[in-house]
């Protein structure tokens, strides 16, 4: 009995085995004898002015003719259907058939689209997103009414703080073209936070640094950061609770966000954005840096706080904020997993805690809220398919700008994440910024 | 344009069961500034060396000076029906130049630039007078740049205004002897080829001269150029200059270039540059004329030391 059983599991597996195996070449590509589809989206960034047009091309390498249907749901973000449709398809043997979709949609907004096409011997599914006029992008909700008085208070508060700065050379740390330092500070709470700030070694001793100021991803640890470049300084912080700056708040991975979330005056992000504005007081303090030549730039996380220290701090002079987190964050219910289900299990373990009261809290922090005030150029990334930052949250934060020169970077085929084209604009519009011709 | 300085990488997190990866890279995109700051666009157009970093701006509180020297020579020319023919008489026409130029950023988008040049001309025939001498300052320019916009921080246009002086007096030799105005529109860009980083730079002016039938010329220009080394040392160009100079004064004068007042030439040359560090550079050029009228037909070759400083 147990043979017979084995012999037939071994089947079952070898089986599962041949299917996998085939529907891995049905995706490989157009090699002869496979099926194969490509869809190409008609617009290189994935927005579209009111209808979405995608050309999905079927390839049949097979000896075999295929008939069966192309059709494709499109979603909001949060999964709702918007629409459908579907054509009947029929390829004959080693040939390929083109089919052009056109998707009219008239609420501006992001959506989803999956292409599938079912036929005699392939099955697959395609997933993209696209934007539709995204420049009409608004929140329904309102930033609070005393949202800059929070945080002028706040302000007053850290500068009641003495900094204490200190600044220690790692001379280990040492390259040939750079300095590197240690830099402790005590910001709001009178925590300590650290960075590292490394300036490149020149032979002209009055010669002053432009300064990038690198704010972390959730949780992430910041170390020395340098260059080839003699103009640039870098200061990489560690926000209260990461990296080296753990001394009072070193919370497990998924609490961090959660830190207090029930109060506004305590909640954990407010004292991470102190930080960094307490890293551009540092930044002043220093002499051999240029003070009206500071950028400040991050991703995820990072993007979020680098647009609330731009929009709190006027002294920042260039804003570049890649899939800047926590937009909109009231309408990231059903749209992200993250941090929306984390906030949902803590609420449930507090007792007369509410999801409502953590959105008011939430409402001091929203990226969104932070935007309307920012003054200085600013750049931003999204990856189309992003399910941390979804692009129209992100989008929400840039039409929020209204008071600078900004300009937004869409990658269609990437998620959290930005590519090599925002960086290189990045340099590229920072120079200019700062005449670093 | 091939390379650039990637610096910072905030690394990976992981969220519990929402684990996500950050991948953001930081990067100043370097190599654009870097390229600039090793390259003169330099052109020769008739006789003279031109500097120009065209359309691209200039860093404020950087100086450049760049003294050059020339040497023109001639011994055929175009007559007003574009038919070249040897200068009478046996005629030989040279002209050795130093010029001393300089530029200086004086904001983001101001510039200030200023050439002075020197010539001895020289011009030897097989009837008498053999040999004329002459020599002096000639027409000293002095300008603004206006660094009007860019298209993605890639291509640059400028605008230029500069004012012609002549430093001399009743000497037909050495120019009109007239003062003269010039507005020029440059574009310049950056790019690649064949994983070499490239530029290139256009431009065009219209000169009023100021006198009796002082013409007016359209002087255009066009440059391409590309490194030939990782490390921004050696690059080459080559250019394709030239002037439109319209006059009642339709005269043929001399085969001396830019005495006549109603003429056109195109010439064409090429530079190498060699950088020694971020502050010194030397280029050396040829170029030569290619077709004209109403003007001579000229060969000139010529070296230029580049210094640049950095006062901010």
Partial sequence: ?????????????????????????????????EISAVLTPHSSDGIFSSTASY??????????????????????????????????????????????????????????VNFMVNVSDYDDTTRKAFGIKPEEIRSQYAKPADFETFWQNTRKELDNTPPEFKMTELVDSNKKNHKVYLIEMKSLGGLTVRGYLTEPVVKNKNRKFVVLLGLPGYQVTLGPMMGSDPEIAMFTLNIRGSGNSKDVIDVRRDSYILLNIEDKNKYVLRGAIMDCIRAVDFIYSRPELKHENI???????????????????????????????????????????????????????????TMD?????????????????????TLVGLGLVDHIAPPNHVYVLYNNITQAQKHMIIFRDLGHEIGKKYNIYEGRWMRDQFALF | MGKNIIFMRAGGCAISLHCFKINIIMSLFKTFTRFLFLTLILFVISKNVVFADGGFPV???????????????????WDSTGI?????????????????????????????????????????????????????????????????????????????????????????????????AELKLAFSGTGSLFNRSTYFNAADGVRQYFGTNGPIQNRYSGTFGMTLDDDFKNQL?????GINSFSDDKRFISGIPETNRNYSFIEASLSYGYSFSHEIALYATGGKFLTGNNTSDGTIFSLAFIYRLDYR
């Avoid at chain 1, 009261?357 to 920012?374: G, M």
Wanted: proline residues 5%; charged residues 20%.
């Fill in chain 2, 84 to 180: 070249k023919k040897p200068f009478p008489n046996g005629g030989k026409y040279s002209s050795v130049g130093v010029t001393l130029y300089a530029e200086y950023g004086i904001s983001r988008r101001f510039a200030a630039i200023a050439s002075v040049p020197y010539v001895y001309n020289n011009y030897m025939q097989n009837i008498a007078p053999r040999n004329t001498v002459t020599s002096g300052l000639t027409d000293m320019e002095t300008g603004i740049r206006y660094y009007l916009a860019n298209i993605d921080f890639v291509y640059y246009f400028s605008l230029q205004g500069t004012a012609v002086t002549p430093l001399y007096t009743n000497n037909a030799s050495l120019g009109y002897g007239e003062e003269g």
């Fill in chain 1, 357 to 377: 009261k953590v959105y008011s809290t939430l409402d001091y922090f929203d990226a969104k809220n932070f935007a309307t005030d920012l003054k200085c150029p």
């Fill in chain 2, 59 to 77: 860093r404020p509180g950087r100086l450049l000076i760049a003294p050059s020297v020339s040497y023109f020579f001639s011994s055929t020319q």
């Fill in chain 1, 295 to 353: 950028i400040v730039a991050g991703g995820s996380l990072g993007g979020y706080l680098t647009v609330a220290l731009a929009s709190l701090d006027k002294r920042i002079n260039f804003c570049s904020a890649a899939n800047p987190i926590l937009s909109d964050v009231r309408n990231l219910e059903h749209e992200v997993d993250w941090p929306i289900d984390d906030i949902h299990k803590y609420v449930n373990t507090r007792p007369g805690l």
């Fill in chain 2, 237 to 241: 160009s080559v250019s394709l200059s």
């Fill in chain 1, 1 to 33: 009995m147990v043979s017979v059983l084995n012999k037939v599991l071994t089947v079952f597996c070898v089986l599962l085995l041949v299917t996998d195996t085939k529907h891995v070449f049905a995706q490989g590509g157009d090699k002869e004898g």
């Fill in chain 1, 55 to 112: 050309t999905f091309e079927l390839k049949n390498g097979s000896g075999t003719p295929q008939t069966g249907k192309v059709s494709y749901l499109v979603t909001t973000e949060a999964g709702k259907k918007v629409k459908t449709d579907s054509v009947h398809v029929k390829i004959g043997a080693r040939s390929s058939e083109s089919y052009n979709f056109d998707i009219p949609i008239t609420k501006p907004g992001f959506y989803k």
